[in-house]
């Protein structure tokens, strides 16, 4: 192998530790995915990253969803016990923008939960399954308009 490539990965391998203990050492406890479009269902997604605990090893996942027909709102889902939990008003004001579902209200499909089971937006909850209060990040976008869209007749599909 020649000096130069040698030279080379070792600056990439130096730069992956270096951008990972940087991440680490800026606390990225949570993130969001760019948004994608599921094109057989007529929804947006991205996928919200976060660790339970300031100190967990790996992150846990849930999924935002955005329907063209709903710009408003984001809704947070839950792959795991495959429901959605509540959803994040993007137009909500001083700091009241998340809809948390009571248990029973959470449904595999949002068709099956009703406008009523979305109480008045409050503050943002905090990351699941922690125990230190750490509220979740809102998403900051929505989805990019210039993004592939399929037309849709219903307001709330699954």
Request: charged letters at 20%; hydrophobic letters at 30%.
């Amino acid at each position: 192998m020649s000096v130069w490539k040698s030279v080379v990965i070792a600056l990439v391998m130096v730069s992956a530790v270096s951008a990972f203990a940087n991440v680490s050492e800026a606390g990225h406890r949570q993130y969001y995915s760019s948004w994608s479009y599921y094109p057989s269902t007529t929804y947006y997604y991205s996928t919200y990253y976060y660790q339970p605990q300031q100190n967990s090893s790996g992150y846990n996942y849930h999924y935002c969803i955005s329907y063209p027909a709903q710009p408003r709102y984001v809704y947070y889902y839950n792959p795991h016990s495959r429901v959605y939990w509540g959803r994040l008003d993007l137009e909500g004001k001083d700091g009241n923008v998340y809809s948390i579902l009571k248990e029973e209200d959470r449904k595999e499909k949002l068709s099956d939960i009703p406008e009523t089971a979305f109480p008045k937006p409050a503050a943002m909850p905090v990351i699941p399954d922690s125990t230190d209060g750490v509220t979740i990040e809102p998403i900051k976008t929505a989805p990019s308009l210039d993004l592939p869209a399929k037309e849709s007749s219903h307001a709330r599909e699954d």
